[in-house]
């Protein structure tokens, strides 16, 4: 069993686009929608829900008022101002560190588990999908991709399944990490702009203090030759694998739209580029 991870610098640059048109290619795999912040897989590949889950991470703080003397111990002892004069603790304030709950003399504080949100195994045409829903200014977003990264590979070792293709987040947070480290693979996707090329740099020293093989793909090439061309020298530089080239083609969209991966919805151009690009990160992940 071998993992893809395909990353970007930030949002927009076509990772979910290509992510789902690898998944209708290839065969025997499990597909991971890993940006848990704001997942978008199932616009595209309209997944039926088998398997539902409450994601629970950290915890907070809650004063009992029937036990609590108001000695002022957790006040002065919270770092992140989160308790009242009245001794009431605001739950997004709350960093759940357990300072109050451990110094408090009367045992006057509660410490529940958060639940973050939900976490869900669907059916879809191209094959299962692992997927989440963090809830809204929820934290712990890089545990969450580690227990989706956990469930799918329990699902491909139950299927005899070989690959997992996970659509990671954008950035280079902590939920990113969790979503590259011990890959077998990541593919940058990037756009030939400044913050483009800038981008691509951050998450290629990312991958390489992971100790994670890179490869580049350059979305959109032909806005900006130039800097595409800059892109592909510094993968070069780099001991980065150039897979090649997406050329801007309103079908993305229009794929999208239609709730379609590209390479079904399309046979134009950039269709074309995609099914090239995939044969040389499989080549490389998956031989």
Known sequence: MKELTIISGKGGTGKTSLTAAFAGLAENKV??????????MDLILTPTVRETDEFKGGHYA???????????????????????ENFVIDKIDCEGCGV???????????????????????????????????GIAEENSGLLVSLLRQKAKEIAEQQGLGKIIVDGPPG??????ASVANSNGVLIITEPTLSGIHDMQRVRELAGFLKVPAML???????????????????????????????????????????????????????????????????????
Not at 123 to 129: I, K, P, Y
Not at 172 to 177: D, F, H, L, T
């Open 217 to 287: 793909c350059i979305n959109k090439h032909d806005l900006n030759p130039a800097m595409a061309d800059k892109m592909r020298d510094y993968a070069q530089s780099q001991d980065m694998h150039y897979v090649g080239a997406i050329p801007y083609d309103r079908d993305m969209t229009k794929a999208m739209v239609e709730q379609q991966t590209l390479v079904e919805y399309s046979n134009g151009q950039a269709a074309q580029a995609v099914i090239e690009i995939w044969e040389k990160v499989a080549a490389r992940v998956f031989p």
């Open 31 to 40: 597909i991971v929608d890993a940006d848990v912040d704001a997942a978008d």
């Open 62 to 84: 809650v004063i009992q008022p029937a036990l609590c003397t108001e000695c002022g111990e957790c006040r002065q002892r919270c770092q992140y101002g989160a308790i009242s």
């Open 100 to 134: 109050c709950v451990y110094f408090c003399p009367a045992d006057a504080i509660e410490f529940p588990q958060r639940t973050c949100g939900k976490w869900y195994i669907s059916d879809t045409r191209h094959g299962a999908l692992v997927h989440a829903k963090l």
């Open 172 to 177: 280079i947070g902590c939920p990113v990490i």
